[in-house]
């Protein structure tokens, strides 16, 4: 094990009345403990909800940002067969009617004439509607319902650099989604037995310039229920990892960093993905599809790559068992980003 981290066993805040971090909310739970009680840093705060879903035919994601001097929504297409892509992006200057939750699971609106999404949270499910009359060139409507299974585990972890810089981050994998997407003339289904939506939930005060990657999938393999969580560089050096795997809603946390080994002039070939000291995360990935999104605003500079691809590998869980991973679909993300 490279890192002993804390696990928090009940609610607390990420900030003492300062604003600084609280050492005590610093570790990793199961559960939405932390309460994300952000203020002062006036322009440093950073917080977001993104949803992401693996549907059969259709990789569809959602998006509200804001970083105290805009708010950000973007809702992003990827049809696996036709390999069709695209995405629109709305950025609201100071966006003071942007509000964002401090607990995981509140609901989140981003309204305006070029772009409508909604994520409202009730009774064990979050409801994500979106609608956009130019969505390139057509109509986009989606409505659908994520189910959040009761006993599952999320992913809960507070990331310390120091008492002004910090991140908590809150990832939650496959659950059951039903409903649609419909662009078009053309409507996606999503069936709760084999589609799956994993939230990446984020709020913190970030440095001026940062980079991460992040490997996640959400998939049925085996009759079980299966999320890959996989981070690195931007938790290196802090004591905690955002690495895990889920099997049927348990997490096993894995506590070392993880290193991503590609080649850095030809992204499109196998990636490789492993713990830093032992065997217990030992991954290939291989993609077939590269996009990417930028955003050049006044004070936030961005680049994001996504690759769409099959992991193939194993895993070893806390119960000492070994999971094999099988051509199971999922993505990793490069981000670079000033601040």
């Known amino acids: 094990m490279q890192h002993a981290e804390r696990e928090i066993t009940g609610p607390v805040t990420l900030c003492d009345k300062k604003g600084m971090l609280n050492p005590e909310a610093i570790g990793f739970a199961r559960r939405p403990f932390v309460e994300s009680n952000l203020k002062g840093h006036f322009m440093r705060k950073k917080k ?5 879903v693996f549907g059969e035919d259709l990789l569809f994601s959602a998006s509200i940002s804001h970083f105290d001097y805009a708010a950000i929504c973007l809702v992003s297409i990827f049809d696996y067969e036709t390999q069709r892509s695209y995405e629109k992006q709305v ?11 401090d607990d995981v699971l509140g609901s989140v609106k981003f309204i305006n004439e070029r772009i409508s999404v909604q994520l409202v949270h009730i009774q064990g499910e979050t409801h994500l509607s979106v609608t956009i ?6 109509v986009l409507h989606a409505d659908l319902h994520i189910e959040h299974p009761e006993q599952d585990d999320s992913l ?3 990331i310390p650099r120091k008492r002004d810089l910090f991140q908590f981050t809150a990832k939650m994998h496959s659950m059951p989604t039903t409903g649609f997407v419909k662009i078009g003339s053309r409507r996606y289904d999503f069936n709760p037995d084999y589609s799956f939506a994993v939230l990446d939930y984020g709020r913190g005060i970030w440095p001026r310039k ?3 990657y992040w490997a996640l999938a959400s998939q049925r393999l085996g009759g079980r229920r299966i999320g890959l969580n996989l981070g690195a560089k931007w938790t290196e050096g802090t004591g905690m990892t955002e690495n ?3 099997v049927d809603g348990r997490m096993t946390k894995i506590h070392e960093d993880v290193i991503f080994t590609t080649d850095p002039l030809h992204f499109m070939t196998p990636w490789i993905i492993r713990t830093k000291f032992t065997s217990q995360v030992d991954l290939s990935f291989t993609p077939f599809f590269e996009q990417t999104s930028n955003l050049n605003a006044q004070y936030v500079k961005r680049i994001a790559n996504q690759y769409v691809g099959y992991f193939n590998g194993t895993v070893q869980l806390q119960d ?7 051509q199971m679909l999922g993505c990793v993300e490069d981000h670079r980003v000033k601040w």
């Open 48 to 52: 977001w909800n993104y949803w992401c």
């Open 244 to 246: 895990a795997v889920f």
């Open 133 to 138: 009359q130019d969505f390139d060139n057509e």
């Open 320 to 326: 000492g068992s070994t999971l094999r991973i099988r």
């Open 91 to 101: 950025v609201l200057p100071v966006g003071r009617k942007v509000k964002m939750p």
């Open 210 to 212: 940062s980079e991460r």
């Open 156 to 158: 809960n972890v507070v």
